[in-house]
């Protein structure tokens, strides 16, 4: 069971006709195409594997077939992505949230995590978790997660588990 694209209304400063700010939408929604996670692949290859030195063979870990994928884009550009994967027990576990550097800080993370989390909530998960790269600690814990055991290496960058109830 799928859901839709999640729209938001977005003001972006500009120069629109009169002066006026051209309104533009965003979105975030469920990869249904392979153009679409071919696009989500790209963004995580820039975000993981070139820009923080993450090897290949851990980034493509070969469970991307067993997940469910999210897109975000901004005018029909590849913006943002997660996935989104069974972790037994009723729990959900969100993976490789990524945000494309001259994004980050417009609410893009924030959007992708509403998107999964419903798509959990949706598919009757009672919880996810997830491994927060340790300097965005504090941005999961402001969507509501709480870290969980100790710190921990993956592929080398410092982690922390954290976990969020959906009931």
């Known amino acids: 069971m799928a859901i839709g694209p999640l729209r938001y209304p977005m003001r972006e400063h500009g120069s629109g006709a009169g002066g006026h700010e051209p309104d533009r939408t965003v979105d975030v929604f469920r990869i249904s195409s392979e153009a679409e996670l071919s696009a989500a692949l790209d963004i995580r290859r820039e975000v993981f594997i070139e820009e923080q030195g993450v090897p290949e063979g ?5 469970r991307d077939e067993e997940a469910t994928h999210f897109l975000a884009r901004r005018n029909g550009e590849p913006v943002g992505t997660a996935r989104l994967r069974d972790y037994g027990d009723g729990v959900a576990k969100v993976e490789r949230v990524a945000v494309r550097e001259p994004h980050r800080g417009e609410g893009w993370g924030e959007r992708l995590m509403t ?3 419903s798509r959990a909530r949706e598919a009757g998960y009672e919880r ?3 491994a927060a790269q340790v300097p965005v600690v504090g941005f999961y814990e402001r969507l509501g997660y709480e870290v969980v055991g100790e710190e921990f290496e993956d592929a080398g960058i410092p982690h922390r588990s954290m976990v969020k109830s959906l009931r």
């Open 115 to 117: 998107t999964v989390e």
């Open 128 to 130: 996810v978790r997830l």
């Open 58 to 62: 851990l980034e493509l870990d070969g």
